[in-house]
């Protein structure tokens, strides 16, 4: 039986505003989905720029360049967390549970602590130290050059923190700042240490840390992300340390998603 005249625009008529409505939605919902991804693309452009400044620049350098515009520092740490989200396992949770496994009566220094996430999880007495402090407890300064007395840490941990081009720096302020045998902790990108891709060979720094006065008690290559280096503190001072050979440590520059 056919549809009358009236009832089919009757239909119509009804049905033509419901699916105008789901048609607007969809539109909307795909516009905001276009603009979530060019914001992301934005943010993840500022931070690979931010990333490559900070890995070829000196620490110096670095924090004039934060100073400048403090907000970059937030871009890349969002950026940052945004990077780590992809890794099945984060360094400075190994790093915080090595600090839980020893006494909490140990005072620790965290060179380029970030969020500070180290010092919120364990009981010790750290000092927190980044480019910009945007927490009351992160002391704002070049990481070579910290207000810590000599021989006043017991534990110095670097962790994903050697960017500069005069990372080595950081390095002799942890040995000045460390007890006779204080602990050095290094967790970095696995990548910087792969000769065969450019990177440095582990060999080569682990003995200019040796040089530098510190004796190494661990090496980790099992994580396919990062390595672990530990070392400890020799107890006789170190009088040769200007001719200590370092190697180049490869910037770690992240490619677009």
């Not at 790093?95 to 009566?105: G, M, R, Y």
């Not at 700042?177 to 050095?184: A, E, I, N």
Request: glycine residues 6%.
């Amino acid at each position: 039986m056919k549809e009358t005249k009236s009832r089919k625009r009757q239909r119509e008529k009804h049905g033509r505003p419901q699916n105008m409505a789901s048609a607007s939605s969809k539109i909307k919902k795909s516009s905001s989905d276009f603009l979530d991804k060019m914001r992301a693309r934005l943010s993840g452009g500022h931070f690979r720029m931010i990333n490559e400044k900070l890995y070829t620049c000196t620490g110096d350098e670095a924090l004039n360049y934060f100073k400048e515009d403090p907000s970059l520092f937030d871009m890349y740490h969002t950026g940052y967390q945004e990077q780590m989200s992809h890794w099945p396992e984060q360094p400075v949770n190994i790093i915080i549970q090595w600090l839980k496994a020893h006494s909490s009566s140990l005072v620790v220094a965290d060179f380029g602590c970030g969020d500070a996430r180290l010092a919120k999880n364990v009981k010790n007495k750290v000092f927190s130290f980044d480019l910009v402090s945007n927490d009351p407890s992160v002391i704002a300064c070049d990481m070579s050059n910290t207000p810590l007395d000599a021989s006043s840490i017991d534990v110095a941990v670097f962790c994903l923190s050697l960017m500069g081009t005069n990372f080595s720096s950081y390095l002799e302020e942890a040995h000045r700042v460390l007890k006779p045998s204080g602990r050095l902790l290094i967790a970095e990108v696995k990548s910087r240490f792969d000769p065969n891709t450019g990177g440095a060979d582990p060999k080569m720094f682990s003995k200019a840390i040796s040089d530098l006065g510190f004796t190494s008690t661990l090496k980790d290559f099992s994580n396919k992300m990062f390595v672990l280096l530990y070392f400890q503190k020799k107890g006789k001072e170190n009088s040769t340390r200007k001719g200590i050979e370092w190697p180049e440590l490869k910037p770690c520059l992240y490619k677009r998603r």
